[in-house]
């Protein structure tokens, strides 16, 4: 069974450029981790815990991890999960409001990553049969 945590700390901080991230607490980024995780397990609906399939975390869903760990921790000080900042412009009667969405986990490419690891859906099928007493 592939041991959690798949990432460290240690690895976001070394993945991220933002300085928010690297200087974030270990407790805060081990939370944005497991946090991390559990979208992956998720999204592939598998814990990857087949030990003949998976002795070890591949390392797509490891980079997968550290790229969405260090999404939630650089905005954690931001306006929620993954919505960035926001920009107003307004000329006279118009105005528009966009956002900076380059933490946002739908820009990450994470079904280049994961798409390979994603269990087929259970169907929920049930089949019964009735007889005469």
Not at 26 to 49: C, G, N, P, Q
Not at 70 to 77: G, K, L, M, P, Q
Not at 78 to 92: Q, V, Y
Not at 93 to 117: C, H, I, P, Q, R
């Amino acid at each position: 069974m592939a041991k959690r945590p798949w990432a460290t700390p240690k690895e976001v901080r070394a993945y991220s450029e933002r300085q928010s991230v690297k200087d974030r607490e270990d407790f805060k980024l081990r939370i944005d981790i497991s946090r991390a995780e559990m979208y992956v397990i998720e999204y592939t609906r598998s814990r990857f815990d087949d030990d003949a399939k998976y002795p070890k975390i591949p390392n797509p869903v490891k980079t997968a991890v550290i790229l969405i760990a260090e999404s939630y921790a650089a905005d954690a000080a931001g306006l929620g999960a993954g919505m960035g900042t926001f920009k107003s412009e307004s000329f006279d009667d118009y105005s528009y409001t966009t956002a900076d969405t380059a933490y946002k986990l739908g820009n990450l490419g994470l079904g280049a990553l994961l798409d390979e690891f994603v269990e087929p859906e259970a169907k929920n099928t049930v089949t019964m049969r009735m007889r005469k007493l």
